[in-house]
């Protein structure tokens, strides 16, 4: 294997590829000595280094535009020859999977093609017309190497020296003029490094080969040309000698004196001859000396066809001023249209008046040609005034071929875009003919895009102005961007979508894929390039196979669900669809198959599915009634005890509403007729509810539900189900009231033990004293001592019957604040005689609540009196009234002792006190007062700092 080829025959890509890569990474991190690879690459990739080119690039440049290319194309030396070979090739590459690619002297890619499929992955590295793929600016790659080398050369995979090439492998070989021995482009075979083709080199030499034997025949032709002109001047009487030179500077003829005087030297050239002679396209002149005197030399350039194949040089003697008149016989490259510039810029030349038949005839085939052609022509000077144009140019611009020709065609344009897009007046372009786009301002004020084939028009071998050819590609232009912009969004989708996207030739083989592919399966990109998809487990290949025949026969957009593998073998689940892309002429050129993992989806449906189960399960053995109705009232679901309950056990219940249902169970017919109307109460709430309902049955039976309804909306505020659970309480309610009853029992026994246990200390106390009295002990602090314990008893009896004693309370709406007053005024002597201060804070709005009078100034006097007693030592009692919403706060605040956490538990309870002389029974009336309007009292306290009392009472509802 020489240097050039990257692979031998037999060479396994896959251990090769990985060596290169193991080599790739030492060496642009700088760690070993030399890498083990050929000696070519590892001085481009030397070369690399010193360029500044970074090894993770993706992607190269843009560096010519459309216009470019196709005024690149003009050169006729190339076209004829390269287009038909181009064309084979990339017929006979299509199957092995390479792109076919010329590239310019310069490695700017001019001509691709190939399999669209894959000319879309290539585009991943910018590998595309216009981009440039010189060494300086994509690094190592056959293309630009073989320019800097000048030889034909292969690199495969890791020899790139940027990364994102090296899922590719590629074979070169430029092209050279024969009569200039330069470089004239690059022929190029690109394709995936694992479609490695031994013979991809030889292709590229062949070609190569094939185009230099056509220029050769060609500049054969022109030195043909040369010798014929130059037999041509010599027949002409001059006195100067002359000699004709191809476009390499090579001496086709020259007079005898040249050759004698020796000036043309054994290799067949000019001596004397500046560098840049054969390189201008323009007259020049210089001076050489030779013994006898200064020399001067005149070389004009010689044109066939309007393209340039050589040089004239007539050489000028010592002792002579200049040659002699000559005749000159080159004809124009373009027909004489009989418009020859007149007096006045622009002017329409006359025709003659006198002419013979052949030559009139002549005149109004060309004149026709020019006036009825459909495209826009105009014919303008080297200083950019026109000349003519004809009708076709009216109609694009809107201006009348007379307001043209007093125009310069500059004028036209718009301003910002006129400098750098009048290409023709470029002294090094204007030789040849161009194609570019201008954008030119119509008459009645809106702009358009207009492509100029522009051609140079020589009169006697000098170019004397111009013949534009011109078309509106303005929708041409905007469905270019339409097509930008929508690759745009589609590269951006595929760099952030979720789902794995994987673009297939129509062998199935992989051409691209997404960064979510290589997330979601283990495996890189290079990995799977160019093979079978990995990701079809074998137990399902047989499968896919019968897939992929019916998605190539049906064209039709496939999705279906399935099992898929990772690299590390584990199974996954995929949504998979998968759609064929086609060519304008409806031909398939490739397959995307899009991949959503729903691994995590599959897992919550059987779960979803296993929880429903259960749940169903559960409902159907809750002893309650469960039912599901839409939002139109028609039942979904509903559990067995639902339909036990309504006896619908053999009932088609789903979807009938309830007045349906109650045909079809007469028992409940009442029951669920009912249920109708309390379910749109409910919908008309908005909010769950829970109520009691009485169903009658047919035997005057009465049976009593505990319902819940609970309605549920949509987002759009529309009814989206009710749920109902109902449980017949009948039984119940019946329980409970015997409850009642044992309770007020059991209430009544634990008070009288505590009445006996608080009364049995002062009877005790009165019958030792009555005894003292009766052994004739008597002193009168007896007697006041019997009277006081008889008080005591007479205040626990009082209380008992307070609270066992059915009261009959009458309720009406009462302003808080006056009753605090009341109750702070009636505690003012006795809080100052404790040192004690109340504050009364009141809200000034409505605090209207609907009480009994009496009640809640007897909680207020009870809370306050305990307050006073909890603070010896005196201070501050607050008492703040406050509305909260639809409730009143009432909280009474003292700085007394305090009360610890664990006995303010016990508050409440029957004859728990924290008093040396109290009861417990104050603090539970006052908790059953409370409780009776609707309110709720909370005790908060801390040793040492203070209690305080909080009561919540609902607001009046006409104040609410």
């Not at 044992?742 to 200390?761: F, P, R, T």
């Not at 009555?770 to 602090?781: L, M, N, R, T, V």
């Not at 005790?939 to 006409?958: C, F, H, M, N, R």
Request: hydrophobic letters at 40%; glycine letters at 6%.
């Amino acid at each position: 294997m020489n240097q050039w080829r990257a692979l031998g025959s037999f060479a396994n890509l896959s251990r090769e590829r990985a060596k290169l890569e193991q080599a790739w990474e030492r060496f642009v991190s700088g760690i070993g000595e030399k890498p083990a690879i050929r000696l070519l690459m590892y001085e481009s990739w030397q070369r690399c280094l010193a360029y500044n080119i970074h090894p993770l690039r993706n992607r190269t440049e843009i560096t010519l535009s459309r216009e470019e290319i196709e005024a690149y194309w003009q050169n006729d030396s190339l076209q004829h020859s390269l287009k038909p070979l181009l064309l084979k090739v990339k017929d006979a590459s299509m199957d092995a999977g390479h792109l076919a690619t010329f590239c310019n002297a310069a490695g700017d890619i001019v001509h691709l093609d190939g399999q669209r499929s894959l000319m879309l992955k290539a585009e991943d590295m910018n590998f595309v017309v216009g981009a440039s793929w010189a060494e300086n600016r994509a690094g190592t790659n056959a293309i630009g190497t073989s320019l800097v080398t000048g030889r034909p050369v292969q690199v495969f995979a890791g020899e790139h020296f940027c990364q994102e090439v090296q899922k590719w492998t590629c074979a070169a070989a430029p092209i050279r003029d024969p009569a200039t021995g330069e470089i004239l482009g690059v022929f190029n075979l690109t394709g995936l490094w694992r479609v490695n083709h031994p013979y991809a080199l030889s292709v590229v030499i062949s070609a190569k080969q094939a185009v230099e034997r056509d220029l050769r025949h060609q500049l054969e032709r022109e030195r043909f040309r040369l010798a014929e002109r130059f037999a041509q001047l010599a027949t002409t009487p001059v006195s100067s000698p002359l000699l004709v030179l191809d476009r390499g500077g090579q001496v086709i003829h020259a007079s005898s004196m040249l050759y004698e005087q020796g000036w043309v030297d054994g290799r067949q050239h000019l001596i004397g001859a500046p560098p840049q002679a054969c390189t201008t396209a323009s007259k020049m002149q210089w001076e050489a000396e030779q013994r006898r005197g200064t020399w001067r030399f005149e070389q004009i350039p010689y044109r066939y066809g309007g393209k340039l194949i050589g040089f004239v040089v007539y050489a000028i003697p010592p002792g002579c001023r200049q040659p002699a008149k000559r005749e000159t016989t080159a004809k124009p490259a373009v027909p004489d249209h009989g418009l020859a510039a007149p007096d006045r810029p622009g002017a329409l030349a006359p025709l003659p008046v006198k002419a013979d038949s052949a030559f009139l005839g002549k005149e109004q085939v060309y004149r026709s040609l020019f006036e009825d052609h459909p495209a826009a022509i105009i014919c303008y000077d080297l200083h950019g005034n026109i000349l003519q144009a004809n009708p076709a140019a009216e109609r694009l611009v809107g201006y009348h071929a007379e307001d043209l020709q007093a125009t310069n065609i500059a004028s036209l344009i718009f301003p910002d875009s006129a400098e750098s897009q009048l290409h023709p007046f470029h002294r090094g372009l204007m030789n040849r003919p161009q194609e570019f786009e201008i954008a030119v301002r119509h008459k009645n004020g809106h702009g358009m895009d207009v492509r100029l084939n522009n051609f140079p028009m020589y009169v006697d071998d000098e170019i004397v102005g111009f013949y534009a050819i011109a078309k509106d590609v303005t929708r041409d232009k905007q469905i270019e961007a339409d097509l930008r912009a929508t690759k745009e969004q589609l590269d951006l989708y595929l760099r952030n979508t979720v789902d794995s996207v994987v673009v297939l030739d129509v062998s199935f083989r992989v051409l691209k894929v997404n960064r979510a592919f290589e997330r979601m399966f283990g495996w890189s990109e290079q990995e799977v390039i160019g093979d079978k998809l990995p990701t079809i487990p074998d137990f399902l290949l047989e499968q896919f196979h019968l897939l992929q025949q019916e998605i190539v026969e049906n064209r039709h957009v496939t999705s279906y669900e399935t099992v898929r593998q990772r690299k590390d073998g584990t199974l996954l689940n995929v949504s998979t669809f998968i759609s064929p892309l086609s060519d304008a002429e409806g031909n398939v050129i490739a397959f995307v198959a899009i991949h959503r993992d729903i691994t995590e989806h599959k897992r919550m449906e059987v779960a979803l599915i296993e929880k429903e189960k259960q749940l169903r399960t559960f409902i159907n053995a809750m002893p309650v009634s469960v039912c599901f109705k839409d939002g139109e009232g028609r039942w979904l679901e509903a559990n067995d005890c639902c339909l036990r309950m309504f006896q619908l056990e053999h009932v088609p219940y789903h979807g009938k509403s309830d007045a349906e249902l109650a045909k079809l169970s007469p028992v409940y017919r009442e029951a669920l007729l009912q249920c109708a109307e309390s379910d749109k109460r409910t919908w008309e709430g908005g909010k769950p509810v829970r109520l009691e309902e009485v169903v009658r049955l047919e035997h005057g039976e009465s049976r009593i539900f505990d319902v819940s309804k609970v309605p549920l909306f949509g987002p759009d505020g529309k009814r989206h189900a009710l749920v109902i659970v109902s449980q017949d309480i009948t039984e119940m309610k019946q329980t409970e009231s015997l409850l009642r009853k044992s309770e007020k029992l059991s209430v009544v026994g634990q008070m009288a033990a505590g009445v006996a246990h608080e009364i049995y200390n002062p009877l005790t106390s009165i019958r030792g004293f009555i005894q003292f009295i009766q052994e004739g002990h008597s002193k009168q602090e007896y007697f006041q001592t019997i009277l006081s314990e008889l008080d005591r008893i007479q205040s626990v009896v009082n209380e008992f019957l307070v609270l066992a004693k059915p009261q009959v309370i009458h309720f009406a709406p009462r302003d808080l604040g006056p009753l605090l007053h009341q109750a702070a005024e009636l505690l003012q002597s006795e809080a100052l005689r404790h040192n004690v201060r109340i504050a009364l804070e009141t809200d000034p709005n409505m605090t209207m609540v609907n009480c009994e009078e009496k009640q809640l100034k007897q909680v207020f006097i009870h809370v306050l009196k305990n307050a006073i007693e909890a603070m010896p030592n005196g201070g501050q009692i607050t008492i703040q009234l406050k509305r909260l919403g639809d409730a009143l706060s009432i909280r009474i605040v003292d700085q007394g002792q305090g009360i610890g956490e664990e006995r303010i538990q016990k508050l409440g309870e029957p004859f728990y006190t924290t008093k040396e002389k109290g009861t417990g029974l104050g603090l539970m009336i006052t908790y059953k007062i409370i409780q009776a309007h609707q309110g709720s009292m909370k005790i908060e306290s801390q040793p040492d700092k203070g209690t305080t009392v909080e009561i919540t009472l609902p607001v009046y509802a006409s104040f609410a």
